[in-house]
T-cell receptor, first 115, second 116 residues
Framework: EAQVTQNPRYLITVTGKKLTVTCSQN?????MSWYRQDPGLGLRQIYY???????DKGDVPEGYKVSRKEKRNFPLILESPSPNQTSLYFC??????????????FGPGTRLTVL | AQKITQTQPGMFVQEKEAVTLDCTYD???????LFWYKQPSSGEMIFLIYQGSYDEQNATEGRYSLNFQKARKSANLVISASQLGDSAMYFC?????????????FGSGTQLTVLP
């Protein structure tokens, strides 16, 4: 089954404790992206990757890191989480970054709480 | 920079009636795409419909249609014959195709409630 998976689905942590949210897709997609969703703000893009070893900042990159060492994986790293990073996080992928009608497929989301 | 505006935080519609969810956008690019996603209470994001800026006809997908008015920069979603399962948050999004960025910019969403 074609899908985007994220782990963990729920995470409660404390300020300053490094964490990683994994994202994996099995569709051989080139483009992957991370979003955060906050009430009243919709989804905002954190980082995206056009292909392996190619990453770039989205609208709200501060406090986050990403890497793209393999095509299928795009982990999101919070080196020193803070309470303002409490949010619902989505990973998404699409076949090609240049496609026009190219649909982005979303993972199930990771609800992160930073105390 | 791109911007999506959804001015209706919440909408109610009677079952079996049609409903229009508003979306306006702002971009200086000529080549772009507009998307609508549905997010039910379970949280997943479900792609509904796509409209390209050069598409001459309005997009349709089953009960969903997109009322695209390029001059007014609006891309309203029309849901015909609403069903109880249509109750969800709906997001309008845009992606420009010029330059190297391929960001998808989202609006703040509209919470639709279908009444029995």
């Amino acid at each position: 089954e074609a899908q985007v998976t994220q782990n963990p689905r729920y995470l409660i942590t404390v300020t300053g404790k490094k964490l990683t949210v994994t994202c994996s897709q099995n569709m051989n997609h080139e483009y992957m992206s991370w979003y955060r969703q906050d009430p009243g703000l919709g989804l905002r893009q954190i980082y995206y990757s056009m292909n392996v070893e190619v990453t770039d900042k989205g609208d709200v990159p501060e406090g986050y890191k990403v890497s793209r060492k393999e095509k299928r994986n795009f982990p999101l790293i919070l080196e020193s989480p803070s309470p303002n990073q409490t949010s619902l996080y989505f990973c998404a992928s699409s076949l090609s970054p240049s496609g026009t009608a190219d649909t982005q497929y979303f993972g199930p989301g990771t609800r992160l709480t930073v105390l | 920079a791109q911007k999506i505006t959804q001015t209706q935080p919440g909408m109610f519609v009677q079952e079996k009636e049609a409903v229009t969810l508003d979306c306006t956008y702002d971009t200086s690019d000529q080549s772009y795409g507009l998307f609508w996603y549905k997010q039910p209470s379970s949280g997943e994001m479900i792609f509904l419909i796509y409209q390209g800026s050069y598409d001459e006809q309005n997009a349709t997908e089953g009960r969903y249609s997109l009322n695209f008015q390029k001059a007014r920069k609006s891309a309203n979603l029309v849901i015909s014959a609403s069903q109880l399962g249509d109750s969800a948050m709906y997001f309008c999004a845009m992606r420009v195709f010029s330059g190297s960025a391929r960001q998808l910019t989202f609006g703040s969403g509209t919470q639709l409630t279908v009444l029995p």
